[in-house]
């Protein structure tokens, strides 16, 4: 049973990771104002389970977008419906899972806070998340610097949350771009 768990606790660990490359694939597009990254990258569509879609462009927000055509504030960023669109897909996948993910921007951060649906037992629970993130801090931090292009911020920190059902917290890590 233990050894259930722990499996699961990785998994969890390992679909942040893939939520951090997701937004990461996210801050490559379209952009407020119509401009585009000055670095080209390859991931041109989005996967989300098994189907391939195009990633819509979003309609510039005059109060979001600065002249370089990045967004304002990662709050601006977060409510974008491009971003919506994405925290929509991850709840999808992450209730069959007995979590529930919401990002949030708040000043310099992105918050990938990750919220179980039902009450569980914590023992040994933040240590296996915590060094399951370790291993992954690459990805984190990578996104922390992909943000920087879409984000008209000052060393953006990447946090990952995760909660019990009753709000209280299990683990906090930040990352920060390199």
Same mark, same amino acid.
């Given at each position: 049973?233990? !050894?259930?768990?722990?499996? @699961?606790?990785?998994? $969890?660990?390992?679909?942040?990771?893939?939520?951090?490359? /997701?937004? %990461?694939?996210? %801050?490559?597009? *379209?952009? +407020?104002?119509?401009? %585009? +990254?000055?670095?080209?990258?390859?991931?041109? =569509?989005?996967? =989300?389970?098994?189907?391939?879609?195009?990633?819509?462009?979003? #309609?510039?927000?005059? #109060?979001?977008?600065?002249?370089?055509? @990045?967004?304002?504030?990662?709050?601006?960023?977060?409510?974008?419906?491009?971003?919506?669109?994405? *925290?929509?897909? $991850?709840?999808?996948?992450?209730?069959?899972?007995? !979590?529930? *993910?919401?990002?949030?921007?708040?000043?310099?951060? !992105?918050?990938?806070?990750?919220?179980?649906?039902?009450?569980?037992? %914590?023992?040994? /629970?933040?240590?296996? /998340?915590?060094?399951? $993130?370790?291993?992954?801090?690459?990805?984190?931090?990578?996104?922390?610097?992909?943000? @920087? /292009?879409?984000?008209?911020?000052?060393? +953006? &920190?990447? &946090? *990952? $949350?995760?909660?019990?059902?009753?709000?209280? #917290?299990?683990?906090? @890590?930040?990352?920060?771009?390199?």
């Amino acid at each position: 049973m233990e !050894m259930k768990n722990s499996r @699961k606790r990785v998994w $969890l660990s390992l679909i942040a990771a893939a939520c951090a490359l /997701l937004m %990461t694939a996210c %801050t490559s597009g *379209v952009r +407020p104002g119509g401009s %585009t +990254p000055s670095t080209t990258t390859q991931a041109d =569509t989005s996967i =989300t389970q098994g189907q391939e879609t195009e990633p819509e462009a979003t #309609e510039p927000d005059k #109060e979001s977008a600065d002249p370089s055509g @990045k967004y304002a504030s990662i709050a601006d960023y977060v409510s974008s419906d491009q971003v919506q669109e994405q *925290v929509a897909s $991850l709840n999808e996948t992450f209730s069959s899972l007995g !979590m529930e *993910v919401a990002i949030i921007g708040q000043d310099n951060q !992105m918050i990938y806070q990750y919220t179980y649906t039902t009450q569980i037992a %914590t023992d040994g /629970l933040a240590e296996s /998340l915590d060094a399951s $993130l370790d291993e992954q801090a690459s990805i984190f931090e990578g996104a922390a610097t992909a943000l @920087k /292009l879409a984000v008209d911020v000052e060393d +953006p &920190v990447i &946090v *990952v $949350l995760y909660r019990n059902a009753d709000g209280s #917290e299990i683990l906090r @890590k930040e990352f920060t771009a390199q």
